[in-house]
């Protein structure tokens, strides 16, 4: 059996064997180990716990303003309430006081009887520009579920009855009778708040907008009937 001189464990060479770190380094490098997890479980001890103290920004922009938030209490008012009343006698900017017809479309008498204008404003005049915005708007709002011809056969239409949705109601055509008997008040109110399983757009769509929709719609319909002395000969001859 040989063995091996001059080996680590002795001689000449054992000098060259590391030695172990003194206690404080191997003690400081465990601290500083440790240390270097704290953010992750601070971290994941956020996204599993809830709090009432505001989020840590690092940047202090808009999003991180001293400001009170709704029902919140406040020093500051006798009431000791954040949010205001409304100030009496206080009036929208859109809003059109003294003018039933050009803002609601309809009056109401003291029993509470609706009455839909005939017409249209005074302040509307029914011309090729405000056909024109209608026939934009309508694309928007309305062409999407009636159709661009009117006939209610819009693309929204096709997909419900394609999916052969069971509670689907078809958007109304609008060269029905009943429709086009309805005032011109109707049509705007109908465009303003909605009718049945139809939701107002009257958010989306400012005042001049829903009446020149609804010069539209009368031009639509006439399009599809209209009375034979408002044709040319060559439209009556067509038409035969």
């Not at 949705?165 to 708040?193: C, D, F, M, S």
Request: proline share 6%.
């Amino acid at each position: 059996m040989s063995t091996t001189p001059n080996n680590l464990s002795g001689g000449p060479l054992a000098e060259l064997r590391l030695r172990k770190p003194p206690f404080f380094m191997v003690s400081l490098l465990l601290i500083a180990s440790t240390v270097t997890l704290l953010p992750f479980a601070y971290a994941f001890r956020a996204r599993v716990s809830t709090s009432t103290d505001p989020r840590i920004h690092l940047i202090q922009d808009m999003g991180n303003q001293p400001k009170y938030g709704p029902q919140t209490a406040s020093t500051v008012f006798a009431d000791g309430r954040a949010d205001r009343p409304v100030i009496e006698g206080t009036v929208s900017r859109t809003a059109v006081l003294g003018d039933d017809h050009y803002s609601s479309g309809f009056t109401k008498d003291a029993t509470g009887k609706v009455t839909f204008f005939e017409g249209y404003p005074k302040r509307i005049t029914v011309n090729a520009r405000l056909l024109e915005r209608g026939k934009q708007r309508y694309a928007i709002y309305c062409s999407s579920c009636h159709g661009m011809d009117g006939l209610g056969l819009g693309i929204v239409h096709a997909r419900a009855t394609e999916l052969v949705e069971p509670k689907w109601v078809p958007p109304a055509n609008l060269h029905t009778t009943t429709v086009i008997g309805r005032q011109e008040g109707h049509l705007y109110n109908t465009i303003n708040v909605g009718i049945r399983n139809m939701a107002g757009l009257g958010g989306q769509i400012t005042v001049d907008d829903r009446w020149a929709i609804v010069a539209y719609v009368r031009a639509l319909q006439l399009a599809q009937d209209a009375p034979a002395n408002l044709l040319t000969d060559e439209q009556r001859r067509m038409a035969k």
